[in-house]
């Protein structure tokens, strides 16, 4: 029985494009989760002057779209700018792979969120963003559906661990339903930092933990 995909497929599939981690990255994602089936992780180098992406990897668990699509939405980024980058649609990413099943289509858009996650991740933290709204208790709580919760790998929203969230002169005060010594507890914080501090308003967040 032949296999589902095309040749372009398979061959980045068994020879994905850069693969890997880039340490101290200048913007970063995490979209999906494994749990779910997909997830990928992008990395970027970003010029300051040029606004181009000099260097840009990727890391994937999943099936072979969801590996091929994050090796081809790479290459299609790498060199472009960060508007240039932004442009690039799932469409795009699944025709330059000679096309994907139809149940298969999530994987690029995937990918392509995966890559404007972490251009978003970028400009905010290099004070680049253009429409400057007041951080909300919904937009934290959105930005917290992309932490995982390691033990079961969905996300503190779905798993119901955020307990309270309070978003005040700066500060954004995040209760989470785990004991402080939890194996995963410094995990948690440091991700939830990370997803949150960026935020052009907030000076400060302060993770806490049931005990």
Not at 3 to 20: D, Q, T
Not at 33 to 57: F, H
Not at 100 to 127: F, M, W
Request: aromatic share 4%; hydrophobic share 40%.
């Amino acid at each position: 029985m032949p296999l589902p995909y095309s040749e372009k497929v398979m061959e980045h599939f068994r020879n994905p494009r850069n693969v890997g981690r880039i340490e101290d990255p200048d913007g970063k994602s995490v979209e999906g989760s494994p749990a779910c089936g997909d997830m990928v992780a992008v990395y970027l180098k970003v010029d300051g002057d040029t606004q181009r992406i000099v260097d840009i990897k990727f890391e994937s668990y999943g099936c072979a779209s969801n590996i091929a699509t994050g090796s081809i939405i790479t290459e299609l980024a790498k060199g472009k700018t960060l508007e240039e980058a932004k442009a690039i649609s799932w469409q795009q990413a699944s025709e330059a792979l000679g096309g994907l099943p139809p149940i298969k289509t999530h994987c690029s858009v995937l990918a392509v969120d995966g890559l404007r996650a972490a251009i978003q991740n970028y400009e905010e933290r290099h004070g680049l963003v253009r429409e400057r709204v007041p951080t909300t208790v919904e937009e934290v709580r959105r930005r917290l559906k992309h932490v995982m919760n390691p033990v079961v790998g969905l996300d503190l929203v779905r798993t119901k661990l955020v307990q309270a969230i309070e978003v005040t002169d700066g500060t954004v005060r995040i209760a989470v339903d785990l004991p402080t010594d939890h194996q995963f507890a410094n995990t948690i914080r440091a991700d939830i930092v990370e997803k949150i501090e960026p935020l052009w308003d907030v000076e400060r967040v302060l993770v806490t933990f049931s005990d």
